[in-house]
């Protein structure tokens, strides 16, 4: 059966491996670079710069408890460099990884005419086609709009601005921040409404206080006019800086207008297999909206392709990880689905253990932040926000018995590596149970 998949991300190449897997013939066609934003210039991007802003972050930290006395020159031309190199070693692995099962990749823009792709003026019929191509920048109808970055320029600037206005409130307007803050740059944050609204009030506190006291905030604020070195707030006030809208991501869904059905908001429309209303075509990963996380970009590319071939899959998008990359991680889920009435909820909070990339943080009391709130009645977890340099993978492995629906008496049975800088479990196993 010949399977065809349009875009490498996440979705696409995740789905063109289970398909190899599978023993399915695929061509998977590639308008740039595969791995997609995610690797090119998105997450794994900002992990890299983070990572430099970790070591910059603890290296002043040591400077002032006085053991440590050194000075860092940072090159950013130079960490640039690294990370473009770097790169080019993952897309190697990415295209190798995907051949050893078989799968043939193609480079060129692809369009859709009826039941056949054309790419590189070459027809390729189809049994089966994804659509995976993913989704860009939004940039907001303003004057001077042009002059803006966004997460596509990262890697293109020669030296870390001297100012920097971020105009959003999102997730990735706070992990910008917290890189170019720590690099030097003097940032502002211009949210339209609140900053941060994924995460509760507490935690949203220490992010400013304790992780990037430095990035000045200013909420409930529209731009008016972007400047190459300037912006324009709507109540006329000029804030000296370059521009970086980290104001959303629009689908880039243009290439299945007219031939599958659209959401209001230009996100393809699919049901729980993936499927759009045209029977042997589905949709994954960004172009389809809702998260737009890798992880679960990956999930949909495999439930899409496990229907491709025949073996009946549904996806499920209950308690969803998320994660705030910053120089202290911040991780959170939520069960969607808890129906807890106020009497029923009950909240613990708790200051972070001290351990690994945070012992030497109980001297400025910065050791993180832990909230879980609890359905008493049904002895269940409905929500966790945790800080501490172990979150991301202490969230994920919670989400997941979240998830399973376990019952809090199970967690009696979680035994942890010690050292650990994780606060969620001793919260559950010491102070809940």
């Known amino acids: 059966m010949k399977n065809i998949v349009i875009g490498s991300g996440p979705a696409g190449r995740l ?74 070693i993952l897309r190697h692995l990415n295209e190798l990884e995907n051949e050893s099962f078989g799968n043939t990749i193609v480079y060129g823009e692809a369009s859709i005419e009826g039941d056949t792709v054309k790419v590189n003026n070459e027809s390729l019929e189809y049994d089966n086609l994804l659509i995976a191509t993913g989704a860009r920048p939004f940039i907001p109808n303003i004057r001077g709009s042009e002059f803006g ?14 100012k920097l206005n971020i105009i959003g409130g999102g997730i990735i307007a706070c992990e910008i921040a917290n890189i170019y803050s720590t690099l030097g740059s003097e940032v502002n944050v211009i949210a339209r409404s609140k900053f941060l609204k994924e995460i509760n009030e507490t935690t949203k506190e220490y ?40 104001t959303g991501r629009t689908p880039n869904s243009e290439i299945a207008e ?36 890798t992880p679960v970009a990956r999930m949909e590319g495999r439930v899409a392709a496990r229907n491709m071939a025949n073996y009946p899959n549904k996806v499920s998008y209950s308690c969803i990880p998320q994660t705030i990359s910053l120089n202290t991680e911040v991780s959170f889920v939520e069960n969607e689905k808890n129906e807890c009435s106020d009497e029923d909820k009950a909240i613990v909070k708790f200051p972070g253990i001290p351990g690994p990339h945070s012992f030497w943080n109980i001297l400025t009391e910065q050791t993180g932040y832990a909230e879980i709130e609890f359905d008493k009645k049904n002895n269940k977890i409905n929500k966790i926000n945790s800080i501490s340099p172990s979150s991301t993978s202490d969230v994920a492995y919670l989400s997941y018995l979240m998830r399973e629906d376990y019952d809090l008496d199970d967690y009696e049975e979680f035994l942890e590596v010690h050292p650990s800088t994780d606060t969620t479990y001793k919260l559950i196993k010491y102070m809940w149970l």
């Not at 589905?282 to 909206?289: C, F, L, Q």
């Open 207 to 246: 992010i400013l206080k304790r992780i990037i006291p430095d990035v000045n905030v200013i909420e409930n604020t529209n731009i008016k006019e972007a400047f190459k070195n300037k912006v324009l707030t709507e109540n006329d006030e000029e804030l000296e800086g370059v521009p970086f809208f980290a």
């Open 15 to 88: 789905a063109s491996v289970e398909l190899g897997k599978l023993g399915e013939e695929v061509t998977l066609i590639e308008k740039n670079h595969i791995a997609g934003t995610c690797l090119n210039e998105g997450c794994m991007v900002i992990c890299a710069l983070t990572d430099v802003t970790k070591f910059i972050d603890a290296n002043n930290r040591f400077n002032k408890h006085g053991f440590l006395k050194s000075q860092i020159e940072v090159s950013y031309e130079k960490i640039v460099e690294k990370i473009v190199e770097t790169q080019k």
């Open 149 to 162: 970055l966004t997460n596509k320029d990262i890697l293109k600037l020669n030296e870390v601005p001297e």
């Open 258 to 293: 007219g031939f599958v059905e659209l959401n209001p908001d230009k996100t393809i429309k699919v049901n729980e297999m993936m499927q759009t209303n045209v029977d042997n075509v589905y949709a994954a990963g960004d172009v389809i909206g809702g998260y737009q996380l």
